[in-house]
């Protein structure tokens, strides 16, 4: 158990529709990554946030978007979903405190568009 | 800029054979090198990472690896495989800074009974 948690576990869903992934990171870490998993593109950084700030931005479509709260946790947001959207989501935190450190990951959200 | 590449998509071993899987980086400036695992419908799980202190990094389940600046390699070997070992294999760069984490495109361990 990395301390990573994140919800749904699954998601099927319709194109065209709005999902919100959700992701509390380790007690104490201030970064949340974002990344998206597929068969074909296989492991693919989606966007960094740290203490509330954007960090920094991978390949993330402009249909979605993320945000991290106060209290750390974080959420991903993907709108006008489609099939190529279908894909095991994963989030990340790390303590980043002094840079770069090692990220623990959750055990990720399977999301299904149909 | 920063990249890795892992020679490989799949590696097959037999039970208590060596397992060798590479990973090559480029880095403009000295990296930190990781080598993550995931087990089926897991999460990745850090095995071990290279901070440049020792450059022989000693990680979880008995893997190892080796910097090599000269070659600028990571290659993850474990002496030994076990059945349990069967998974895919994520190198990744950071090289530092609040920068995104490179991943490689994984490389894939059957181990044979």
């Known amino acids: 158990d990395s301390g990573v948690t994140q919800t749904p576990k699954h998601l099927i869903t319709a194109t065209g529709q709005r999902v919100t992934l959700r992701c509390s990171p380790r007690s104490g870490d201030l970064s949340v990554y974002w990344y998206q998993q597929s068969l074909d593109q296989g492991l693919q950084f989606l966007i960094h946030y740290y203490n509330g700030e954007e960090r920094a931005k991978g390949n993330i479509l402009e249909r979605f978007s993320a945000q991290q709260f106060p209290d750390l946790h974080s959420e991903l947001n993907l709108s006008s979903l489609e099939l190529g959207d279908s894909a095991l989501y994963f989030c990340?935190?790390?303590?980043?405190?002094?840079?770069?450190?090692?990220?623990?990951f959750g055990p990720g959200t399977r999301l299904t568009v149909l | 800029a920063q990249s890795v590449t892992q020679l490989g998509s799949h590696v097959s071993v037999s039970e208590g054979a060596l397992v060798l899987l590479r990973c090559n980086y480029s880095?403009?400036?000295?990296?930190?090198l990781f080598w993550y695992v995931q087990y089926p419908n897991q999460g990745l799980q850090l095995l071990l990472k290279y901070t440049s202190a020792a450059t022989l990094v000693k990680g979880i389940n008995g893997f190892e690896a080796e910097f090599k600046k000269s070659e600028t390699s990571f290659h993850l070997t474990k002496p030994s495989a076990h059945m349990s070992d069967a998974a895919e294999y994520f190198c990744a760069v950071n090289s530092g800074g609040y920068q995104k984490v490179t991943f490689g495109t994984g490389t894939k361990l059957q181990v044979i009974p």
């Open positions: 880095s403009s400036v000295p990296p930190y």
């Open positions: 990340a935190s790390s303590n980043d405190k002094g840079g770069p450190d090692t990220q623990y």
